[in-house]
């Protein structure tokens, strides 16, 4: 019986972190599901992990570009919901990419961002080479 109350409540713990970390601010979100690439200050590893600093606001420019950011795989395979995700996004472009976003941007809707996840995006490098540009060049 003894084993049994323990087990149940490692289960409930374990429930309520999971709750606790999907809950989190989209800072922490962003630490806990994609710091791990692009590293705690957002500066990556570029090439092949590009910085997420400046660039990405200047790509708000171009409609495309908006879905490319929640379409690439770490951020629509991530386990954040649609409206976490979302957050995150928009709080990597006011925190690090204010300074070259447009005049009329506006924030990524939870419902953009549900809409776009479902679009798999097959080739990441093709597409923004296609819409952005090649950083080989």
């Known amino acids: 019986m003894v084993r ?3 087990q149940m409540m490692a289960l409930l713990m374990g429930l309520l972190l999971a ?3 999907s809950a989190g601010s989209p ?3 962003y630490l806990l599901h994609c710091s791990g690439c692009h590293l705690p200050g957002a500066e990556g590893n570029p090439p092949n992990v590009p910085t997420l600093h400046h660039e990405l606001g200047r790509m708000m420019n171009v409609h495309e570009m908006r ?3 929640v379409r690439v795989p770490g951020s629509a395979q991530s386990a954040l919901s649609d409206a976490d ?3 995150v996004v928009n709080w990597l472009l006011i925190e690090f990419n204010a300074d070259t976003l447009p005049p ?3 924030l990524l809707s ?3 961002v549900s809409a776009a996840r479902k679009a798999i995006l097959a080739n990441p490098l093709e ?3 296609t819409h952005w540009r090649n950083y080989g060049e």
Request: aromatic fraction near 12%; hydrophobic fraction near 40%; proline fraction near 0%.
């Open 4 to 6: 049994r109350h323990s």
């Open 19 to 21: 709750q606790l970390v």
């Open 27 to 29: 800072r922490i979100n």
């Open 67 to 69: 879905e490319y950011l």
């Open 85 to 87: 995700l979302a957050a």
């Open 104 to 106: 009329e941007f506006e």
């Open 110 to 112: 939870t419902d953009e």
């Open 127 to 129: 597409y923004r080479i």
